[in-house]
């Protein structure tokens, strides 16, 4: 039985691994369950056995996509004294994270919003994300502070300053020192 149980994890991970690698070429839209069948070397059927839907499927290979690629989460804080220090935090690991998944970002595209298993994983995103702003900036009253960030640490910001010749790290240390300097003359 344990055995019977194993091959069936081992098998809905191989149709996962080869959804993934499907809609990293193609997209989700350009994928259909009868493609992802073949690239896992499995029947169709056996596809819809695990996932009865095309959203189901794509449910799935977003979970593991999330975990590979390490969205930030409230422990990037840790050790952190001052809203400043929270702030260079949450800069540096939010442009690490932009840096990792602009791939994806361009590929997927439209697809973020108009799929719906996509635009459920991109909205929970972004409040898990507004959620790491506002523990950044606990104790600062600056309203003003809050918008920067918001504005500052943003995929469309990074990208700006990438496209000028910045590494990751020019890019997320300036924008991390100015807003630093914001929160700690807002703090006096």
């Known amino acids: 039985m344990r055995r019977r149980s194993e091959q069936v994890a081992q098998t809905r991970d191989r149709v996962v691994d080869a959804a993934l690698r499907l809609f990293s070429e193609r997209g989700a839209r350009g994928t259909t369950m009868t493609d992802v069948a073949r690239a896992a070397d499995v029947s169709p059927a056996t596809v819809l056995n695990h996932f009865a839907t095309p959203d189901l499927l794509l449910e799935a290979v977003v979970e593991q996509l999330l975990g590979q690629l390490r969205v930030p989460n409230e422990?990037?804080?840790?050790?952190?004294?001052?809203?400043?220090?929270?702030?260079?935090?949450?800069?540096?690991?939010?442009?690490?994270?932009?840096?990792?998944?602009?791939?994806?970002?361009?590929?997927?595209?439209?697809?973020?919003?108009e799929v719906p298993a996509l635009a459920r994983a991109q909205k929970s995103f972004w409040e898990a994300i507004r959620a790491l702003h506002a523990q950044a900036?606990?104790?600062?009253?600056?309203?003003?502070?809050?918008?920067?960030?918001?504005?500052?640490?943003?995929?469309?910001?990074?990208?700006?300053?990438?496209?000028?010749?910045?590494?990751?790290?020019?890019?997320?240390?300036?924008?991390?020192?100015?807003?630093?300097?914001?929160?700690?003359?807002?703090?006096?």
Do not use: C, Y
């Open 75 to 113: 422990k990037i804080f840790h050790g952190t004294r001052s809203a400043a220090a929270r702030i260079t935090a949450l800069t540096e690991a939010m442009f690490e994270f932009f840096d990792r998944t602009e791939l994806w970002f361009t590929l997927l595209g439209d697809e973020l919003t």
């Open 137 to 188: 900036l606990t104790g600062n009253p600056d309203p003003l502070l809050a918008k920067a960030a918001a504005g500052l640490i943003h995929p469309a910001t990074f990208s700006a300053l990438k496209s000028t010749g910045m590494s990751v790290e020019e890019a997320a240390r300036l924008v991390a020192e100015s807003l630093a300097h914001q929160a700690r003359r807002a703090s006096r």
